[in-house]
């Protein structure tokens, strides 16, 4: 069974911080998703990284295959960005059998 | 933009009654997830449905539960005999080539 597990549990960053959060598996993997969960509890799928890296706004993924890691980075973090960031992982099946990571709660401040 | 509705948004319930959440997937999708978050914990998988049939289910998905998918657009989680550990967030998720899930934002149940 894959272990997922992700770093920090909970950030507080200033407004316009860099935010880096941090996701480890044990087992290999076919691909990776980075959500955000709202504060409302909704779920919206930010990436899907199955090797190197994907950008998107102010968010960047990347995934190190070989070293079982991914990162999401938030450049210029705005209030907005404040929200729950799970880390996700596909273990051969598709989004059958997700196995997700704790979340890591993250808190910009203005 | 498309998006997967569910309804209804929050659900109380009586211990030993039974309930049927909702979902009405994007329209040209395929595959269909439900999700479990109990409060604080994981997101945790339940279910997937393709082709009018259970494709996985986790072993959280016993016998107390079923899916359905009744018409063309909607999909049904129903919980028989609710007990109070199934309070929790339940997701449903679509996709159409079964890697990127498009959720829902959730029905919260709560059993009393």
């Known amino acids: 069974k894959n272990e997922v597990e992700q770093s920090p549990q909970n950030l507080t960053a200033q407004e316009g911080e860099f935010i880096t959060i941090n996701c480890s598996y044990s087992?290999?993997?076919?691909?990776l998703h980075w959500l955000q969960q709202h504060p409302g509890g909704g779920i919206v799928s930010l990436f899907m990284?199955?090797?190197g890296k994907k950008k998107h706004g102010r968010l960047i993924a990347t995934i190190n295959i070989q070293e079982k890691h991914s990162s999401l980075h938030i450049t210029a973090s705005h209030p907005r960005d404040s929200a729950v960031y799970i880390c996700?992982?596909?273990?051969?099946?598709?989004?059958?059998?997700?196995?997700f990571g704790k979340g890591t709660h993250l808190i910009i401040q203005p | 933009e498309p998006e997967v509705t569910q309804t209804p948004s929050h659900q109380v319930t009586q211990m030993g009654q039974e309930v049927i959440l909702r979902c009405v997937p994007i329209?040209?999708?395929?595959?269909f997830y439900w999700y479990r978050q109990i409060l604080g914990q994981k997101v945790e998988f339940l279910v997937s449905?393709?082709?009018?049939?259970?494709?996985?289910k986790s072993e959280i998905f016993d016998d107390q539960f079923s899916v359905e998918r009744p018409d063309g657009s909607n999909f049904t989680l129903k919980i028989r005999s609710t007990k109070l550990e199934d309070s929790a967030m339940y997701f449903c998720?679509?996709?159409?080539?079964?890697?990127?899930?498009?959720f829902g934002q959730g029905t919260r149940l709560t059993v009393v």
């Open positions: 998720a679509s996709s159409r080539d079964r890697r990127l899930a498009f």
């Open positions: 087992v290999g993997i076919s691909a």
């Open positions: 990284l199955s090797s």
């Open positions: 996700a992982v596909e273990n051969g099946g598709g989004a059958d059998g997700l196995t």
């Open positions: 329209s040209n999708h395929l595959y």
């Open positions: 449905f393709y082709n009018n049939e259970i494709s996985e």
